[in-house]
Each structure stands twice: as C-alpha cells, then as structure tokens.
Antibody, heavy 117, light 107 residues
Framework: QVQLVESGGGVVQPGRSLKLSCAAS????????MLWVRQAPGKGLEWVTF????????YYADSVKGRFIISRDNSKNTLYLQMSTLRAEDTAVYYC??????????WGQGTVVTVSS | EIVLTQSPATLSLSPGERATLSCRAT??????LAWYQQKPGQAPRLLIY???NRATGIPARFSGSWSGTDFTLTISSLEPEDFAVYYC?????????FGGGTKVEIK
C-alpha cells in the first residue's frame, strides 16, 4: 500500500552524527518532492528540509542549515537525512513527508531521535 | 519568515458543538494554506489544502475559509474522534512554516 517508513533513529551524543532513511512504497517516488518535518517532545510541528522530485533543489530551515543534508535515491525509492553536529534541541520525532505541491499529503509514522550524553 | 498564529491555543467543547479555529498569517499567503489534524501518538493527517479544499476521505463537517490573511477551520458538529490538535501550514514562501496548533478538547 501507499506508505512511508522511516528508520535510523536512536540515542546519540551531542556533536555526533546520525542518518535517517525513509522507504517509500505504493507510489511513484520519483514524481514527488519530499520533506522532513520534526516535532520536539510536547511541541508543535517544524519543517526541517525539502528536496525536489529529482534532487536538484534543496531548502533547509535555518536551525539545521550547514548541519543537515537531505538526499534521495530514486532508484531505491528512499529519502535520507544526514544529521551532523547534533544538539540537544534536535531531539524530536522526525517525519518523512510526501509533498503533493499543494499540501503534505502522506506522512510516515516517524522515527525518534534523542540527543543526550 | 511568515509567522502563523493560531487561536485559541485550547478549545473546550462538547460533542455535537461547532468548533471554529483561527490561523492568522503575518503577510499575504494567497490561499497557500493547509490544515492538519494530529492525534496523540500519531502522525499528522491532511484535512484541508489551498485554504478550502477537503482532502480525500475527509468528512464534510470539516470546512476551511479565509479572508485576507485570516484563515478559519470549522468543524460543524464535533464527533468524538475530532478531539485532537490542529495545525495550519503555509507554502507561500520559504521557510515553510506551521502554526503553533490548537488543541480541541472535550469539555
């Protein structure tokens, strides 16, 4: 069925790196732009980063610019988020999201990232 | 950055009542606004896109409207499953932003 499944979350020390993956299935992944959205414990939603359908355009929130890198492999139907120099404030549930251009119409179940010593 | 301010932060209502949620943008965003519903422990779900279009499978009791930079989500008659947190989101300009959310709770 149509779904997004994130993986790669876990507990990591401040300053270290972590790579998230998102496996897409049930739709033509290469036709869609994709995003990562995060939600800190007890807080609201925060857009993190965007990548166009072909990977040529990328945008980042100021809070992660220079530390996070979004990428995709359309041959593997997979989206990635490479997170470096992690901080305590990066602790959140990270959602992989499909961008239909007029709205975020498909969300994964989320993967939890905890940055703590 | 376009800031979206949602009000009220919490809405306490009974099943069957009408819910009116507000989202105000700090500048014009045309109608590039969406609404999402989130229940505890779940991912958000798209309700409304382009200010007033219901997403696939969303009941008709949910409706969206706007006037200038003020957007409204209305739930005409609350069902037990509608008690949740609701977020608005704009895609008019980068960075993409969300409102802070409105929690609709059972009175």
């Amino acid at each position: 069925q149509v779904q997004l499944v994130e993986s790669g979350g876990g507990v990591v020390q401040p300053g270290r790196s972590l790579k998230l993956s998102c496996a897409a299935s049930g739709f033509t992944f290469s036709n869609y732009a994709m995003l990562w959205v995060r939600q800190a414990p007890g807080k609201g939603l925060e857009w993190v980063t965007f990548i166009s359908y072909d990977g040529t355009n990328k945008y980042y929130a100021d809070s992660v610019k220079g530390r996070f890198i979004i990428s995709r492999d359309n041959s593997k139907n997979t989206l990635y988020l490479q997170m470096s120099t992690l901080r305590a404030e990066d602790t959140a549930v990270y959602y992989c999201v499909r961008d239909r251009t007029d709205a975020f119409d498909l969300w994964g179940q989320g993967t939890v990232v905890t940055v703590s010593s | 950055e376009i800031v979206l301010t949602q009000s009220p932060a919490t809405l306490s209502l009974s099943p069957g009542e009408r819910a009116t949620l507000s989202c105000r943008a700090t500048q014009s965003i045309n109608t590039y606004l969406a609404w999402y519903q989130q229940k505890p422990g779940q991912a958000p779900r798209l309700l409304i896109y382009d200010a007033s279009n219901r997403a696939t499978g969303i009941p008709a009791r949910f409706s969206g409207s706007w006037s200038g930079t003020d957007f409204t989500l209305t739930i005409s008659s609350l069902e037990p499953e509608d008690f949740a947190v609701y977020y608005c989101q704009q895609r008019s300009d980068w960075p993409l932003t969300f409102g802070g959310g409105t929690k609709v709770e059972i009175k």
